[in-house]
């Protein structure tokens, strides 16, 4: 994949499945490689997270496992940025493990904003945007629904069929699922 960059992603495995056309699979699989991490062509039991960007049915199956988070490649793109490995947040999640959900409860509300740690203008509006995503998506999307765990509590009403048609026409993305 060329050479090293960095060793961030020091033993570090991933699985990506796909990410978005700005930063696509195998940009993102050239980054991981820069930055000294291994990659997955399926997940296995040292994979330390799967990254994608939309969910697709490979995505569906790897949640259903429940066995890794499943990341959003905007994750990754802010650790590049930041040049150092970056603790997960609750919006780049597609998908929490019951583990780290827990973490994220005892860390942040319902909406993803810290308990504890100040927060910019531009945060306080991405805040407002998820509540008003998660609203409006809870109540258009729930035509066929599924229980899913996010934040430690049980959501039900949550649309994976018509996800995109939902996340296009209203939502753009629905941050912590």
Not at 53 to 78: N, Q
Request: glycine share 6%; net charge negative; with cysteine.
């Amino acid at each position: 994949f060329g050479k090293s960059v960095s060793k961030m992603f020091s033993g570090l495995e991933f699985y990506v499945v796909n990410g978005p056309s700005e930063f696509s699979k195998a940009d993102i699989e050239r980054e991981i490689a820069a930055h000294v991490g291994s990659l997955a062509q399926s997940p296995t039991d040292q994979t330390f997270c799967v990254l994608a960007d939309r969910l697709v049915a490979r995505v569906r199956s790897v949640i259903s496992m429940s066995c890794y988070d499943v990341v959003l490649a905007s994750w990754l793109r802010a650790c590049l940025d930041a040049k150092k490995l970056l603790p997960f947040l609750p919006g780049h999640m597609l998908h929490s493990l019951q583990a780290t959900a827990e973490k994220f409860a005892q860390e942040f509300d319902e909406f993803g904003d810290n308990f504890t740690e100040h927060i910019t203008d531009e945060q306080v509006q991405a805040t407002f945007q998820t509540i008003a995503e998660k609203v409006i998506c809870g109540v258009l999307c729930n035509v066929k629904s599924e229980c899913v765990w996010w934040m430690g509590r049980l959501v039900v009403g949550v649309c994976w069929m018509d996800w995109q048609a939902c996340s296009r026409s209203v939502c753009g993305r629905w941050a912590g699922l």
